[in-house]
């Protein structure tokens, strides 16, 4: 059975690209196939794994609007892990799907064809690297995934967006996919040598009684230079403590994956 987590938060900069490449590492390293999919036009996921998107001809924009086999464009990496990469050209898709009948659900119907083609073959593992927005493309991620994780930085502020946030996956329950789990809060560019990060982070997770997943990861100098190297920080810097920090993330996120899976509340399957 394929966990499908949608690595969301509107805001820029909290990480989300790197803990896709990392928990995707670190996932493929324990033995589980794993399928990456760069959400955001600026392809940072894309060309961090070493693929320039420039290059390419197909991508996921192919998929969402054209209605391309995605098996037509998925790309082997070096880090062991499968990527539906993104160019430029997935701007034009927002607006493209602003009109479509059906947008909410472009992602999911492409992974359902995905895992038709691949039969015993498909992934343990899709994960979704949002862009830094609550429009379209965020929505339909969270339309095809069964859980969202919510990267934060544990700084003042950090949590203006937290609420809004959880309002999208409010409604996506509600109307697109009544499934969808909220799997926490994850700690990211963490510096627990402040009293600060450890104060935020409880705040947040009170005040919207979201679980918090373990453990954080630290700031570390490290993920700076992995993109530029076309591999995630586990495969550069094995022993780095932020890369080890995914990988027990990643061992955590397996367990949740075997719990058996809530049944939506009332309160949310009928509007
Ligand atoms: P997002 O996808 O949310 O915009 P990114 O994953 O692109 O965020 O990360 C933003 C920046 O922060 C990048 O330059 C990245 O290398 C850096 N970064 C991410 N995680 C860490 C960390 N644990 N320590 C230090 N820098 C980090
Ligand atoms: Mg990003």
């Not at 969402?64 to 990469?85: A, N, Q, S």
């Not at 999911?108 to 690297?129: F, H, I, M, R, T």
Request: glycine share 6%; aromatic share 4%.
């Amino acid at each position: 059975m394929t966990t499908t987590l949608a690595i969301a938060n509107q805001k820029g900069g909290v990480a989300k690209t790197t803990t896709v490449a990392s928990l995707g590492a670190a996932l493929a390293e324990l033995g589980h196939r794993v399928l990456l999919v760069d959400l955001d036009p600026q392809a940072c996921l894309t060309f961090s794994l070493g693929i320039d998107p420039e290059d390419l001809e197909l991508s996921v924009h192919h998929v969402l609007t054209k209605g391309l086999d995605p098996t037509e464009v998925v790309i082997e990496t070096d880090d062991g892990v499968d990527l539906l990469p993104a160019t430029i050209e997935l701007a034009r898709a927002e607006a493209d799907l602003l009109t479509r009948t059906g947008r909410e659900h472009v992602i999911k119907s492409a992974l359902e064809a995905l895992e038709e083609d691949l039969g015993d073959e498909g992934y343990d593992w899709v994960l979704l690297d949002c862009p830094p927005s609550l429009g379209v493309l965020t929505v339909a991620a969270l339309t095809a995934a069964t859980g969202v994780l919510v990267p934060l930085q544990c700084e003042t502020l950090s949590h203006r967006g937290v609420g809004q946030l959880l309002d999208t996956v409010h409604d996506v329950r509600r109307f697109t996919n009544r499934k969808l789990e909220v799997w926490g809060v994850l700690p990211t560019l963490y510096d627990g040598r402040t009293n600060h990060a450890r104060t935020v982070l409880e705040t947040i997770s009170d005040t919207y009684d979201l679980e918090v997943v373990e453990p954080p990861i630290p700031k570390t100098i490290k993920f700076a230079e992995a993109p530029a190297a076309g591999r995630s920080i586990l495969a550069t810097n094995r022993a780095n403590k932020g890369a080890q920090a995914y990988r027990e993330v990643a061992a955590n996120l397996v367990t949740r994956s075997q719990r058996p899976r809530s049944r939506p509340s009332r309160k949310t399957a009928s509007p």
